[in-house]
């Protein structure tokens, strides 16, 4: 984002969190997961019928967050955290989570479970905008041969 590096590989979720000065190329098909809204199995939270006027979240995701809440038409009051955010509606402090899940087991284990996906998330190729100004050539070859490569992947 400072443009130090003409190219980059990031999840879709930083992205979605940190819009900036680059460009998103490809879609690298691999290190899929999940952005969910997680709440204690015990909860009675099943989804918008069921939030509170205003709904407390956990999450190192609060852009995102708050815009799909905001989206919804849901009052939200984001609890910035970051690491072992799945322990924060066992102590009380909130309804639930937004948090990034490939297999569900972390939820599981810490008595959660999914109510909504927010989004899915793989690993992007991104440029800087300089990048790509100054240095087409280079960049459209990378870009070639990771999208060939990506479109042999499996999905």
């Known amino acids: ?6 190219l980059g590989i990031v999840g879709k979720d930083i992205l979605w969190e940190t819009p900036g000065s680059h460009y998103e190329l490809v879609d690298l098909r691999f290190g899929g997961c999940r952005l969910v809204l997680a709440v204690p199995n015990a909860s ?9 006027p205003l709904i407390r979240v956990a999450t190192k995701y609060p852009r995102t967050a708050s815009a799909w809440f905001e989206a919804r038409g849901q009052a939200v009051e984001i609890v910035r955290l970051h690491g072992s955010v799945e322990l924060a509606p066992q102590v009380g402090l909130v309804d639930g989570i937004v948090d990034l899940t490939a297999t569900g087991r972390t939820l ?11 989004g899915n998330s793989t690993a ?3 440029a800087n905008q300089a990048s790509l100004k100054t240095r087409t050539a280079s960049v459209q070859s990378v870009v070639s041969k990771l999208r060939e490569a990506s479109n042999h992947a499996a999905p």
Request: aromatic residues 4%; neutral net charge; without cysteine.
């Open 44 to 52: 009675a939270l099943d989804g918008p019928r069921t939030w509170p």
């Open 1 to 6: 984002d400072h443009g130090a590096a003409d």
């Open 124 to 126: 992007r190729l991104i």
């Open 108 to 118: 599981r284990e810490n008595g959660l479970r999914v109510t909504a996906v927010l």
